[in-house]
C-alpha cells in the first residue's frame, strides 16, 4: 500500500503549473496518489521530474520498513477514530518507511448457519461493511487504504464505498467489489480475516487491536493511540526520515 510521495509531487505540480490563474485539469487517466507508482505512469502523468526528486529522498530501502497490522470492525466509532485521525495521517507522511495490513473483523463471530455466516457487534450492516472493505482490500491492493479512510471518515461508512471506490480506484469497477459481495470470494476473504483474528497471541479483547512486526504491547497500544507518528519513527531502525527529524527537504521547485 505504499505510494510514492503524493504531498511532495502535489505540491511541485502546483508550484510548476501556477500562472494561469486557474486550476490545472488532470492530464492523466490517473488520481495523483498513482502518479509516481512507476515509471510509465510518471511520464504519462507528465511528473517524471518530481516523482525521481521524491524517490531521492526516500530512506534506505534495505532497512525493513515498520509493520503494522489493524484488526478492526468497520462500524466501530474508535477504530473509525484511529483510521482518521491516527492511521491515515501517519502513513500519508511515513509511507516510506511503514506498511500497513487491514484485517476488518474485529469481535464478529463466525457461525455455522449458510444464510447468515457471521454476527458483528454492531449488526448486519457492520458485517456487511467488513466485507466490503474486505473485498476493497483485496481488489484494490496500493490504493486500499485512501479508499479504507474515505469510506471511515464519512458520515455514512456504507453508502461511501462506491464513492470512495471511484475516487481513489477509478480503474476498478464497483460490479467486481459487488460481485466479491455475492459470491464466493467476500466469504472467503471474512473466513481468513476471522482466522487471522482468532490467532492472535495474546487474543484481542478490544478494537481497534494494533500488531508492530507481528507483536502487540500495551506499551505500543497506548502509544499509537496518542501518537502513532511518533510511535513509527521510534521502532524504524534506519536513518530517520526528514517528516521523523524535523529536517528541510531541499528540492529542484521551478516558479512561474
Not at 512507476?38 to 516523482?51: G, P, T
Not at 471511484?166 to 480475516?193: E, F, I, T
Not at 478494537?207 to 512486526?213: D, G, I, K, L, S
Not at 497506548?222 to 521502532?235: E, G, H
Request: glycine share 6%; proline share 7%.
Amino acid at each position: 500500500m505504499k505510494l510514492s510521495g503524493l504531498l511532495a509531487v502535489l505540491l511541485l505540480l502546483c508550484a510548476d503549473r501556477r500562472g494561469s490563474g486557474s486550476h490545472p485539469k488532470p492530464s492523466c487517466r490517473y488520481p495523483p496518489s498513482q502518479w509516481c507508482r512507476s515509471l510509465k505512469i510518471a511520464i504519462e502523468c507528465k511528473v517524471q521530474k518530481q516523482c525521481m526528486e521524491v524517490n531521492a529522498t526516500r530512506p534506505n530501502q534495505s532497512v525493513p520498513p515498520v509493520v503494522l497490522t489493524l484488526y478492526y470492525e468497520s462500524l466501530c466509532p474508535a477504530c473509525r477514530v484511529f483510521i482518521s485521525q491516527q492511521l491515515f495521517p501517519t502513513w500519508t507522511m511515513l509511507q516510506d518507511i511503514m506498511t500497513i495490513t487491514l484485517v476488518p473483523y474485529g469481535n464478529a463471530k463466525e457461525l455455522s448457519s449458510a444464510n447468515f455466516p457471521f454476527a458483528c457487534q454492531h449488526g448486519e450492516p457492520e458485517c456487511r461493511g467488513n466485507m466490503i472493505e474486505a473485498c476493497i482490500i483485496s481488489l484494490t491492493g496500493h490504493s486500499a487504504l485512501q479508499i479504507i479512510y474515505c469510506m471511515e471518515s464519512a458520515a455514512d461508512v456504507l453508502k461511501a464505498a462506491q464513492t470512495c471506490l471511484q475516487l481513489y480506484a477509478p480503474s476498478v469497477p464497483w460490479a467486481s467489489v459487488d460481485s466479491c459481495l455475492k459470491g464466493r470470494l467476500g466469504h472467503q476473504l471474512m473466513h481468513a480475516n476471522a482466522a487471522m483474528t482468532r490467532a492472535l497471541n495474546p487474543a484481542h479483547t478490544h478494537v481497534p487491536w494494533v500488531t508492530f512486526n507481528g507483536e502487540y504491547t500495551e506499551e505500543n497500544e497506548d502509544k499509537a493511540m496518542s501518537s502513532l507518528f511518533q510511535l513509527v519513527c521510534q521502532l524504524y531502525k534506519g536513518v530517520k526520515p526528514p517528516a521523523c527529524t524535523g529536517a528541510p527537504v531541499k528540492l529542484n521547485r521551478g516558479f512561474c
